[in-house]
């Protein structure tokens, strides 16, 4: 059903079904869609803007080359650009040797350290092979780890769990173990089912294996857990683990109990090989007094105590279960409507933030800031890292990192992720090749792109063997990945809200092997328990996607999707896939190659997936029909259909909507 058009001369329709439609479509007097809800799309339109609606315009839209309202990535990346950082300690400085096979994590750590306390600057590794027996943690700002390039620094990542099976990673043999002590028990995890940690005979803390444990290796507790429930003095740290064969292994070590230590020690971070690693959220949660709105840049508070001009606040919107029943959200957990900004002023009980909210953070869910310290402006360039065992650990990681940036770097094998950002802001990965993981089972693993990660910037990579990639999940936003190569994986947006995210320029060849899904691109579903829905006004621009199964799968909730001057070769199913309220998208200038004979190009599969507009799109094959399902298009006009038969890309305009933006 299209969208009513003001009529010349008068028609007569009965009442009750001209309420009907009114209930259900309106259209403003320049033909675009107005702001008015159908019945049965969960909430107010938003997204989908003509340029000339200037009345609906905020500073998050930007009216693209082509007429079509895009979001802003201009705050994409390194802000300013990954910088020349001057080196100020060699690794080799601090004991390390290329090429003598001794461990050299402690001397990077120390090499680290070093620059850091100088205020920053580059550590650098000569040619040749360097091992890491232990994760390396760097703390401070502006320290970059640089090698003599990605062909000719190797640095060998070798932590392995003892031929027992069990051991403790902190705190080490005959240490003072206090309420605050970190207490971190390690297994070989190839069917791992339970984890127990025990002082003397008594256990102190359990794992069991759950449906999205993947492969975790590892287990952790904090000393208050036996501290003031048992002597202080000597006793046994024992470790047990339990696999599915029935087997145990067990691992012990003596520590001292001692209820008056203060530890304030801190344990090296053991998700990565190398982990920047910034504080995170600190100080008192600050509720929102006044919805935050699409646009906005001030947030009214119910106070700004504790907070200052310059800061770096964390913006959270629960998942209450008022917004899951808005949204049919079926997952019990995760992070979906978040952002991170830079207070630029403050007025009183209002904060004027540097960029504008993307999406809404309303007062009924309890949204609220908070300061976070990141750490910033660190780097890893020019060197190669290959993992040698099996074990949940990523190659490098940017955790609570803003404007850090890894460049010319290659990961062979890595055990979780390669690169990868996590509650990061600005971050840049660039000119990387990663090729393959250990681990490619559930839980979350072998993926390439952004996780609880705000304003960053894939550019110019390569990728093999990867389960999920390129991808964006939990509360992504405003991210873009561009001009890179994805062998043997399939795009996702794999879980939790994520919005306003472009993957432009890009070359997808999915496979149904690696653990990737066979679809081109896919967007979880909200009924998915494990992931929930994907938020507004996602972006493919000028792709090449080629799948075994659809080009492009939206599981549902998805507002105003853009699917601009790509190219999808399938060997079964549609082109395009849309279910469950994924409404409002633009469909444009798309080449669409379907194998199978069987299936149309556009499927809207649901009634509920209204307002979408099919443009200028080139059908090769499938079953000739341009679109299916229980919904029509709002626009249909200028689609063409032919036989099955090679055809070129696209060639838009612009062939980068991100370097547009970036010259305006």
């Known amino acids: 059903m299209r969208l009513l058009r003001p009529a010349i001369s008068v028609l007569v329709v009965p009442p009750a079904i001209f309420l009907i439609l009114l209930g259900i479509f309106s259209r403003s007097a ?41 979001p802003d990535w201009t705050k994409c990346g390194v802000q300013g650009g990954i910088p020349e950082i001057e080196a100020v300690v ?33 550590v650098l590794l000569d040619e040749g092979l360097y091992y890491l027996d232990r994760m390396v943690t760097v703390r401070h700002d502006n320290v970059v780890i640089r090698g003599k390039g990605s062909s000719k620094t190797n640095l060998i ?54 449906k999205h444990s ?41 520590i001292i109990l001692d209820s008056k230590f203060n530890d304030t020690g801190l344990v090296d971070d053991t998700r990565a090989a190398i982990t920047f690693a910034g504080r995170g959220t600190t100080g008192r949660k600050s509720r929102l007094a006044k919805d935050g709105k699409r646009g906005d840049m001030k947030l009214e508070l119910e106070s700004t105590n504790g907070l200052r001009v310059g800061d770096c606040i964390f913006i959270d919107g629960p998942a209450t279960e008022r917004w899951k029943k808005l949204t049919k959200n079926a997952c019990k ?10 207070i630029s002023d403050i007025k009183n009980n209002t904060v004027i933030i540097n960029q504008p909210l993307r999406i809404e953070f309303p007062i009924i869910d309890g949204s609220y800031v908070q300061k976070v310290s990141p750490i910033q402006r660190c780097g890893v360039e020019s060197l190669r890292i290959e993992q040698m065992e099996n ?13 850090c940036w890894a460049k010319d770097v290659t990961v062979k094998k890595c055990g979780r992720f390669p690169v990868y950002g996590s509650m990061a802001k600005w971050c840049e990965i660039r000119d990387c090749v990663f090729d393959d993981a250990w681990f490619k089972g559930g839980g979350g693993t072998a993926y390439t792109g952004w996780d609880r990660c705000w304003d960053c910037l894939i550019e110019n990579v390569e990728t093999f063997k990867m389960r999920h990639a390129p991808l964006f999940q939990w509360a992504a936003s405003g991210c873009v990945i561009r001009k890179s190569v994805f062998h043997e994986s399939d795009g996702q947006w794999h879980s939790g809200w994520t919005n306003e995210n472009l993957i432009e320029q890009c070359v997808i060849e999915s496979v149904r092997g690696h653990g990737g899904y066979g679809y081109g691109m896919w967007a979880s579903p909200p009924q998915d328990t494990a992931h929930g829905p994907n938020g507004p006004r996602n972006v493919v621009y000028n792709c090449d996607v080629s799948s075994p199964r659809a080009g492009l799968w939206m599981g549902g909730m998805n507002e105003n999707w853009l699917v601009l001057y790509n190219r999808f070769i399938a060997d079964s199913g549609p082109g395009v896939s849309a279910k469950t309220a994924s409404f409002d998208h633009i469909i444009k200038d798309n080449v669409f190659i379907l194998k199978d004979g069987k299936s149309p190009m556009v499927l809207l599969a649901t ?30 006009k200028d689609n063409k259909a032919f036989p099955l038969g090679d055809a070129p890309r696209p060639t838009p305009k612009v062939p980068s909507i991100y370097e547009w933006q970036q010259k305006q």
């Not at 590892?218 to 696999?243: C, M, P, Q, W």
């Not at 507009?613 to 079953?623: F, H, S």
């Open 30 to 70: 320049d033909g675009s869609s107005s702001n008015r809800t159908a019945s049965v799309i969960p909430w107010e339109r938003q997204y989908k803007i003509k340029p000339n609606e200037k009345a609906r315009l905020t500073a998050a839209d930007v009216i693209g080359p082509d007429g079509i309202v895009y």
């Open 90 to 122: 060699s690794i080799e400085d601090f004991g390390a040797k290329a090429n003598d096979q001794i461990d050299d994590s402690e001397a990077l750590a120390k090499a680290c350290r070093a620059a850091g306390k100088m205020g920053g600057g580059a």
């Open 157 to 210: 990542f070798r932590y392995s769990i003892p031929d027992n099976g069990v051991a403790f990673y902190n705190p080490s043999a005959g240490g003072r173990v206090g309420k605050n002590t970190r207490i971190e028990m390690h297994c070989k995890p190839a069917g791992l089912m339970k984890m127990t940690i025990m002082v003397d005979d008594m256990v102190i803390g359990q794992w069991s294996r759950s």
């Open 214 to 254: 993947g492969n975790t290796f590892a287990f952790t507790i904090y000393g208050r857990n036996a501290v003031g429930k048992i002597s202080d003095g000597k006793h046994i740290l024992k470790g047990i683990a339990e696999y599915t064969n029935r087997t145990k292994c067990t691992g012990e070590i003596s």
């Open 333 to 342: 957990w995760g992070s979906y409507r978040q952002y991170e900004v830079v």
């Open 391 to 403: 074990l949940w650990i990523s190659s490098v990681v940017f955790y609570h990192g803003w404007n």
């Open 607 to 636: 009634s509920d997936c209204l307002g979408a507009e099919i443009i200028g799109n080139r059908l090769y094959g499938g079953n000739g029909r341009l679109t299916a399902g229980k919904a029509k298009p709002t626009v249909f």
